[in-house]
């Protein structure tokens, strides 16, 4: 039976948009390159457009004044997507895939360890886990071998948000959680239909390993929680803070095992995964525009010279600050994000109806004329206050918006300057002669062939 229009909804009229072609319509093309593909309807179609995908119609929405539609003031008439089932099976029911008074209270529990102020307390342990991960470059630099960023990006992320979130009883885990997290990405299942993969032998094992990395990555995980009570009281980690009070530490863990599993599973993904190829990215283009890299070598300079690490001090660095904001426009690391309809409404004065999957974009909405002055080229003054006056506040959305916005956006931000600053003040890295630099969409918007640089000390 198909949903009533609500009696608001009097001329229910669809918005324009692609019907590609055959029985897939534009499904074939919106899988091979999303980003590319999305940019094209909205520079064709406008602000919300309706994409034949076969079977059933997806929307886009890219203008500001929309997007704030639907994650604003519709808020309530949508939920998270959870078709990837793949998402759900590594992090649960955590925190981004929550829903309801669920996510509700997982949120509002959350938040004050979020804040700048709590974030702030935490710089020194950072500082000194990312120094130390970052030093170790040198053996690269003394054999005259090129560093693989995202690879090392991804374990210095990986132990950041690892002893953050579990406490200091994943450092020790750390590599044998990496070398799991990476079997898990490897054999991340392109069919998410286990009769399809039974009908490839190739999708088959792949589905079978990545199991296989899933249910070590959870003894791995059960394995801290069990001997945590014996070292909370001297941890740093978020972990604490997720325990009843007044309860007995070992018997409350051993009741909320999964509960626990699934919260902090979600915080270390999304915080690690996505920063990482942030960083990727971020150094990337420092290295391709001479002009910035002076502009930051100069700031590091003036701002610490020989000082360690301070909140204050990081603040300070407002140019490396608009270099990296700068990047996530051009190269979001959640490339897109989408809500499903829970009823029938409109946007924009579309009829959007019941179970309509909504795509929201950063990469087109990042690059629409009407808020971005030529939107291709790379430029950190964008940032600068008077520049961004008047400028939607959803016209830039790297961590998404609204009430469901990344809880951890103070936090990789924070990160990201005091990595790019650490890696700057001890080495020069330039793109690897020959190295293609492609935008794949994966879980992220990862470098496709990976992010290769040649590696020097600076001088003392």
Request: charged share 25%.
């Amino acid at each position: 039976m198909v949903a009533s229009i609500p009696s608001s909804i009097s001329t229910p009229v669809f918005p324009p948009g692609p019907a590609g072609s055959g029985k897939l319509g534009c499904l074939p093309e919106m899988r091979q390159n999303p980003m590319v593909f999305l940019q094209k309807v909205a520079e064709q179609y406008g602000g919300i457009a309706r994409i034949d995908m076969g079977e059933y119609y997806s929307y886009l929405v890219s203008e500001p004044k929309l997007i704030k539609e639907v994650l604003v003031d519709n808020f309530d008439k949508y939920k998270k997507n959870t078709r990837y089932k793949q998402v759900r099976m590594v992090i649960g029911e955590g925190m981004l895939l929550s829903e309801g008074m669920v996510w509700k209270q997982q949120r509002t529990h959350a938040q004050p360890k979020f804040t700048a102020k709590a974030l702030n307390t935490q710089l020194d342990w950072i500082s000194r886990l990312a120094a130390r991960s970052i030093d170790s470059w040198k053996k690269y630099a003394e054999a005259g071998k090129p560093i693989e960023l995202e690879y090392e990006f991804n374990l210095l992320t990986q132990l950041l948000a690892g002893v953050w979130v579990m406490g200091q009883g994943f450092e020790k885990r750390a590599e044998t959680v990496a070398d799991i997290y990476n079997q898990i990405r490897m054999n991340w299942p392109e069919m998410t239909d286990l009769k399809d993969s039974m009908l490839n032998p190739k999708n088959l094992k792949k589905a079978a390993n990545f199991r296989r990395a899933l249910m070590q990555l959870d003894r791995c995980v059960y394995e801290l929680l069990e001997e945590y009570p014996s070292i909370m009281n001297e941890d740093i980690g978020f972990l604490k803070h997720l325990l009843a009070e007044g309860e007995d530490p070992a018997q409350w863990i051993r009741q909320n095992k999964r509960s626990l599993r699934d919260q902090v599973l979600t915080l270390f993904v999304t915080a690690f995964e996505t920063t990482a190829t942030s960083l990727c990215w971020t150094l990337y283009v420092i290295d391709q525009y001479p002009e910035v890299k002076q502009r930051i070598t100069e700031e590091l300079k003036a701002v610490l010279g020989e000082q360690a690490l301070t909140p204050e001090l990081l603040n300070k660095l407002e140019y490396t600050e608009k270099v990296i904001k700068e990047s996530l426009r051009l190269y979001s690391s959640v490339h897109s994000f989408s809500r499903v309809a829970l009823e029938d409404h409109l946007i924009g004065g579309y009829r959007v109806p019941k179970d309509t999957t909504v795509i929201i974009s950063s990469y087109v909405t990042h690059r629409l004329a009407q808020y971005w002055e030529e939107p291709d080229r790379f430029d950190p003054e964008r940032f600068d206050k008077k520049r961004s006056v008047g400028r939607s506040r959803f016209a830039y959305i790297p961590f998404a918006a609204g009430h469901r916005n990344c809880i951890g956006s103070h936090m990789a931000l924070m990160q990201s300057k005091l990595v790019v600053a650490l890696i700057m003040q001890r080495y020069a890295l330039s793109l690897t002669a020959g190295h293609v630099v492609e935008p794949q969409a994966a879980t992220t918007m990862r470098p496709k062939y990976g992010m290769k640089m040649d590696i020097r000390c600076l001088a003392a």
